[in-house]
């Protein structure tokens, strides 16, 4: 069964404080690794998809990256509009498989 | 281009009563998907559409719950009696086609007291 953690479930960081999140997952076979970022109130923004070990993307302050267990989102010099929480997900490569999302880490950016 | 459409955006029902829910997906969007939330969880998958097509259903309660994408294109979930246990944000998502990325809409969020 695919699974996916995220830690740490809450992160408090001053402005400026660069950090990372982890996502762990077990997956037979890796189609594709998900972060979506989701606002109180709304539905998840799709931020980034990841394919295979070594593979970096980049959008402003945020960088996710994947190893062959993890996917780690690194946040640099966060500002209080990044505060959210931000959810990983995964797809397996057999068949149809549907995406399997973490509980999410919820990121606070205070000023 | 505009993004999937849902509505209501609140619901607040008693228990035992029914509730619907609706979903325009992005256009040309073949695929289509009902996630259900619950408060500090992740979406889990309710049921996927592929065009008109049911692709997978396996964790939808089909003793209470019901779905349906008759023109594969807008699609409605229907809950018929609620519990307790169904408070939770539902959410529709939509994809070009089966395994690409999914985009999601606002939400509803449902009550049952």
């Known amino acids: 069964e695919d699974q996916v953690t995220q830690s740490p479930e809450a992160l408090r960081l001053q402005e400026g404080e660069s950090s990372s999140l982890n996502c762990s997952y077990t997956?037979?076979?890796?189609?594709?690794l998900f972060w979506y970022r989701q606002d109180p109130g709304k539905g998840p923004e799709f931020l980034f998809t990841l394919y295979s070990a070594g593979e970096e993307k980049e959008k402003e302050r945020l960088k996710a990256t994947l190893t062959k267990k993890e996917s780690f989102l690194h946040i640099t010099a966060p500002k209080p509009e990044d505060s959210a929480t931000y959810l990983c997900a995964v797809q397996g490569s057999s068949g149809n498989t549907p995406l399997v999302f973490g509980k999410g880490t919820r990121l606070s950016v205070i000023a | 281009e505009a993004g999937v459409a849902q509505s209501p955006r609140y619901k607040i029902i008693e228990k035992r009563q029914s509730v619907a829910f609706w979903c325009n997906p992005i256009?040309?969007?073949?695929?289509l998907y009902w996630y259900q939330q619950i408060l500090g969880q992740g979406p889990k998958l309710l049921i996927q559409?592929?065009?008109?097509?049911?692709?997978?259903d396996s964790q939808l309660p089909k003793d209470r719950f019901s779905a349906e994408r008759l023109k594969g294109v807008d699609s409605t979930l229907k809950i018929q009696p609620a519990k307790l246990e169904d408070s939770a944000v539902y959410l529709c998502?939509?994809?070009?086609?089966?395994?690409?990325?999914?985009?999601f809409g606002p939400g509803t969020r449902l009550l049952v007291l």
């Open positions: 997956v037979s076979g890796l189609r594709g």
């Open positions: 998502a939509s994809s070009l086609w089966a395994g690409e990325t999914q985009y």
């Open positions: 559409f592929q065009n008109n097509g049911v692709v997978d």
């Open positions: 256009s040309g969007h073949a695929t």
